[in-house]
């Protein structure tokens, strides 16, 4: 079955830049889906189709793709960032929705 | 405004059943497929099952096949879980949420805020 791995945990000072990326076990390009969920919250979409932006999430959240993996950045981090980072494809060789395990990220 | 509003959970006993609900509003639920991703606390986000608008494409993830069941009634734009056979293991915040498309294949624009589900004798 397809595989979503992430780091555990990033950390990077207020200002600085955070990558947290998101690699497949397979070949072949998948859409990817990022997801911030802050401690005690439900999560909310951050990054979809890989690089594009809901309305609301600031500019300093961006998405890119290169190969396998995919990969979010946050520029200028600030203390508000701090929040659990998930990634998601659609695995549509078994019609299944897949997760990353999660990314911590500590500002 | 969208919004999303589970009910239904609380503390069951192993082996038993419990039904999960989401109340849709504020925008066309038939026009959209919907889903139920649970996160065990302190752990990861799974995704549980998934139902398309007019409920005529329907899976779910292993872990749950063939004790759970999703449905839909667009009538009272609501989706349901009906939870059977409940393990510890099945202990977790149950989410509702919204797909972006009418048939699954994408992402989850709007996730209800979660309602949590514990199975201890």
């Known amino acids: 079955s397809f595989v979503l791995t992430q780091p555990p945990s990033v950390s990077v000072a207020p200002g600085q830049t955070a990558r947290i990326s998101c690699g497949g076990n397979?070949?072949?390009?998948?859409?990817v889906h990022w997801y911030q969920q802050k401690s005690g919250q439900a999560p909310i979409l951050v990054v979809y189709d890989d690089r594009d932006r809901p309305s609301g999430i600031p500019e300093r959240f961006s998405g890119s793709t290169s190969g396998s993996t995919a990969t979010l950045t946050i520029s200028e981090v600030e203390a508000g960032d701090e929040a659990d980072y998930y990634c998601?494809?659609?695995?549509?060789?078994?019609?299944?929705?897949?997760f990353g395990g999660g990314t911590k990220l500590t500002v | 405004e969208v919004q999303l509003v589970e009910s239904g959970g609380g503390l069951i006993h192993p082996g038993k059943s419990l039904r999960l609900s989401c109340a849709a509003s504020?925008?066309?639920?038939?026009?959209?497929?919907m889903h139920w991703v649970r996160q065990v606390p302190g752990k990861g986000l799974e995704w549980v099952s998934g139902?398309?608008?007019?409920?005529?494409?329907?899976d779910y993830a292993d872990s749950v096949r063939g004790r759970f069941t999703i449905s839909r009634d667009n009538a009272k734009n609501s989706v349901y879980l009906q939870m059977n056979s409940l393990s510890v293991e099945d202990t977790a915040f149950y989410y509702c949420?919204?797909?972006?498309?009418?048939?699954?294949?994408?992402?989850?624009?709007?996730w209800g805020q979660g309602i949590l589900v514990t199975v201890s004798s």
């Open positions: 504020g925008f066309v639920f038939d026009d959209f497929a």
């Open positions: 998601q494809v659609w695995d549509s060789s078994r019609d299944h929705v897949v």
């Open positions: 139902i398309s608008w007019n409920g005529g494409n329907i």
């Open positions: 397979e070949s072949g390009s998948k859409t």
């Open positions: 949420a919204k797909d972006k498309l009418d048939d699954w294949g994408s992402y989850f624009d709007y």
